[in-house]
């Protein structure tokens, strides 16, 4: 499948029920399933090259967390956090009648699979973190507040994609097409003033729950996620961007000596996050979930 199927599941939240859109690889009745899950301001589609590369092995599910992509929208701004985004996942695993699933977290996906990879009786039995831990450094955090929420215009999807590029470069180096590949599906077509053009699938209330974020909050938050990652019971894999600002090299190492004991690893010349478009890192997770 060159192509994936978009579908979508109704979730609950606090006024209501709201969509949240999938995307579908491989065929829909493998019971090997493969959830991977996108960061903050990112959608679904970020995944297409790692999907291709392992839908005749798995069946991989591709989520835009609600907000992003083709997702609906939160009534209220304050259900954007994890424990939204942790249900929502609950919902979606059971649409998928899946038993057991393998998770693939990018940045803000890898802070849902603590949250749901923790619970008794969660179905993650591997997991991927790509480039996230229980502590974000503060240096990141006022690096992604500084755009967060912004909603732009561009005449072109070039325009939109240099503009991405100023705002990613933590990424790593990637050709021309591979940027404009992974910028395609973060817009829509839009006008303004008569101008035909783009914009992007986010919804800027998204902003509001992380701007709200205190110093004492971040510590609270940091203690939580520790103790998530110590019920942890699943094989885990850590990747880190060996120039992260995100996530430091100090508590990538006290990862890999607490709870599921991670396996690190790093690519060079990488910040936050290894977008996994690249052969060499579709190679490190082949080998990972595909091992006995």
Known sequence: M????????QCLDSRGLHRMAYWQWGDAGNPKVLVCVHGLTRQGRDFDTLARALCGDYRVVCPDVVGRGRSGRLADPAGYA???????????????????????GTSMGGLI????ASLDGAPVRKLVLNDVGPVI???????IGSYV?????????????DAAWALSTGFGPHTRDEWRALTAPQLE?????????????????IAVPFRALTPELARAGEALLWQS???LRCRTLLLRGAQSDLLSAETAREMTQRGPRAQLHEFAGVGHAPTLVHADQIEVLRHFLLSP
């Not at 060159?2 to 599941?9: A, C, F, I, K, S």
């Not at 450094?137 to 690096?143: E, G, H, S, T, V």
């Not at 929420?149 to 994609?161: I, K, S, Y």
């Open 2 to 9: 060159t192509e994936p199927q978009l579908r979508d599941v």
């Open 82 to 104: 994890i424990p939204t985004y942790v249900a929502d996942m609950v919902t979606l695993l059971a649409r998928l009648d899946a038993q057991v699933v393998d998770w693939v």
């Open 113 to 116: 699979a603590l949250g749901l």
């Open 137 to 143: 450094q503060p240096a990141a955090l006022q690096r």
């Open 149 to 161: 929420g912004q909603v732009g215009f561009w005449r072109t999807l070039d325009e939109a994609a």
């Open 189 to 205: 077509a839009a006008s303004r003033d008569g101008v035909e053009g783009f914009t992007t699938r986010v919804d800027p209330a």
């Open 229 to 231: 990652y110590d019920r």
